[in-house]
Every structure is written in C-alpha cells, then in structure tokens.
C-alpha cells in the first residue's frame, strides 16, 4: 500500500516537474515573440555603424559630436516639413480643383493674358545689357519677352496658390515632432555685453558683420533689448565666415574700439554699412564712430591676440553647432538665424517664469 502511494507520488512529482517546464518554455516563446523583433531591428536595420565587433548607433553620435548630429536633425525637419507643405499645397489644389469642377492645371490659371510693355522690356534689357555681349534689343526682344510672360505666369500661380492655402488653411495641422529642447553651456569668455551680470536670461549672439541675415537681425535684437531693458544681458561673439572677404578685418576693427569704450556705437555702424565693408570703408567708419586715429591704427598692427580671441570664438561656436550665422543662445537654448520677434519671446518669457 505504501508503494503504490509513493508511485503515485512520484508520478505527479514528475507531471508537475513537466509542467512547469513547459509553461517556462511557452513563457519563453512569448517573450521571445515580444522581444525578437525588437532586438532584430536594433541589431540590422536601426541606424548604426560597426567598427569591428563594436556597434555604434546614433546615441553615440550625438554624444561625440553634437554638433553634427543635431545639424543632421535639424535639415531632417526642415526637409520633412519643406515635404509635408508641398504635399498640402498639391491635396488643397485637388480639393479647390473639385470644388470648381476643373482640372488643377486650370484652377491655376488666373484667366488673364499678358503681353509685356515695350516699357517693361527697354528696362530689363538695360538691366542685363552688361552680360548680352554688345546684342542689340532687337535680337533678343523675344527672349526678353519670353521671360516676362514665364515670370508673370508663375507670379500669377503663386498668387492663385497662396489664395487657396488662405481659404483652406482652417482645414491644415502639420505635425512635426520638434528636437527636444538642449540646453549648452556656452562661455562669454569677456566679450562685449549690454545688461547686468546677474541678469536672469543670457543671450549670446555669434555673428558677422558681412553677413546680410545677421543685419537684418539687427533691429529684433534691438527690440528685444529695449523690451526687456535689464532683465536680459546680451552678449557679442565674432564669428566671421571664411568666404566673406572683409568680415574678419572688420571684426578686428571693431575689437580695437573697446579700450576707446566706442564698442557698440562702431558695431551699429558696422552692421549699417554692411555691403560696403573694405578696409578702406571700416577705417572710415571708425572716424564716423569717433574713434581716435592713432590708437585705432595702433591696435590694428598689434592685432595677433585679437585675432586669437576671434579664432577661439569661432571654434567655441563650431563645437555648440553653430555652422551658420547669426546664431543665438538664450540662457543656452539655441535660436538658428534670423528669425522672427516671436522666436525669441517665446523661450525669453518662460526662463523668466522659471
């Protein structure tokens, strides 16, 4: 009797040792359903690189060089959404198209016919006459014509374009996922300021005097200087860009009105004047910003610590990505360009509120 209890025993001993094994084993296959996949993407199709055995992916990237790698993220959105705002304009021209009953070529057409001036043409000819090799009016009457209708024809598109998006534009939400706000730490390294030390928000302007966008910057960083007199202090960084000719002169021209104390009035005029900044020009831009003469010219010979103060701006500035100008960070949030009032407000007002 004792027997058949203890093989009875060692019966259900051995079925429940099995099936245990087997709900282990079915546990394992559901995690493996789970987790293969994943494990399959990031091993052979996310982004990485191996070098040998060792694999890198995108983290490393971003942490090795940032620069590169959110430039890279950036020109991704830009194109995304450059792709997402052709998409809409071509889906609301179908939709305008049904709307009339036409076709979206027709809806395109403003209807009207247009045949350029004798006017018109004289002034662009006169325009080009430099580069038409001595032709006469007359040989390229019909090229000049030709070019007025296809100018007049594509302003008339536009124009019919930007009409529709008007109508729709209640109907349009691009999504875009924007990069997550990085905060770099970014050194003044005793360049010129406006506002308090202890100023609650810091921005810090990389840019250069031959640069058209970074003139055209000039009058919202102006705004937003009086908007926010000292609750803001703004700092000046050269970054003179290697393919414009004269910035780097001026940017050495400007350093030697700090010991004068006539930094800013000789920045304002720098920046009015510039498309016209030969050396020639920068010298007497500096008599315009009152500058003594002789200490001016004195500094511009001994200038080779200035030109390495400019060269360590310029690296600074690659390393925290800058590659464009002008490029600004607020309390080390960065803005690329020149952009809008709104652009600036926007993260200004909330490191206020912090």
Not at 65 to 84: C, G, H, M, S, W
Not at 204 to 232: A, G, T
Not at 270 to 279: Q, S, V
């Amino acid at each position: 009797m004792e027997q058949g209890k203890s093989q009875i025993f060692s019966k259900l001993t051995e079925n429940l040792k099995k099936n245990q094994i087997l709900i282990g084993l079915a546990v394992f296959v559901i995690y493996l359903g789970f987790s293969l996949p994943a494990v399959i993407d990031y091993y052979f199709h996310a982004n990485s690189v191996y070098i040998g055995w060792t694999r890198y992916s995108e983290k490393d990237v971003a942490k090795e060089l940032p620069e590169v790698f959110r430039k890279l993220k950036t020109d991704q959105i830009n194109t995304l959404t450059y792709a997402f705002e052709e998409f809409v304009t071509r889906k609301l021209i179908e939709m305008e198209a049904k709307a009339q009953n036409k076709k979206s070529e027709e809806v395109l057409s403003d209807g009207k016919s247009y045949t350029p001036t004798d006017l018109e043409i004289e002034k662009v000819y006169n325009q080009y006459k430099s580069q038409l090799n001595g032709k006469s009016l007359e040989s390229v009457k019909g090229e000049i014509i030709n070019a007025l209708k296809m100018r007049h024809d594509n302003d008339a598109k536009n124009g019919v374009i930007a009409g529709i998006k008007e109508k729709y534009k209640d109907k349009v939400k691009i999504n875009i996922q924007p990069l997550p706000e990085e905060r770099l730490t970014v050194e003044e390294k005793n360049n010129p300021s406006i506002g308090p030390k202890d100023a609650k928000v810091t921005i810090v302007e990389f840019s250069d005097f031959e640069c058209p966008y970074c003139q055209r910057s000039q009058p919202v960083n102006k705004q937003l200087r009086e908007m926010y007199k000292d609750k803001i202090r703004w700092v000046f960084r050269d970054y003179p860009l290697p393919f414009h000719q004269n910035a780097k002169f001026a940017h050495l021209a400007v350093n030697c009105a700090i010991p004068q104390g006539k930094y800013w009035e000789y920045f304002n005029i720098l920046f009015e004047n510039t498309g016209n900044l030969t050396k020639e020009n920068v010298k007497f831009l500096a008599k315009k910003a009152g500058l003594d003469s002789g200490q001016f010219e004195e500094c511009l010979k001994n200038s080779a610590s200035l030109e390495k103060e400019i060269e360590q701006d310029i690296a600074d500035g690659q390393k925290l990505g800058v590659d464009g100008t002008p490029a600004f960070f607020i309390n080390g949030i960065m803005v690329a360009g020149a952009q809008p009032l709104q652009a600036f407000t926007k993260i200004i007002d909330k490191e206020l509120k912090n």
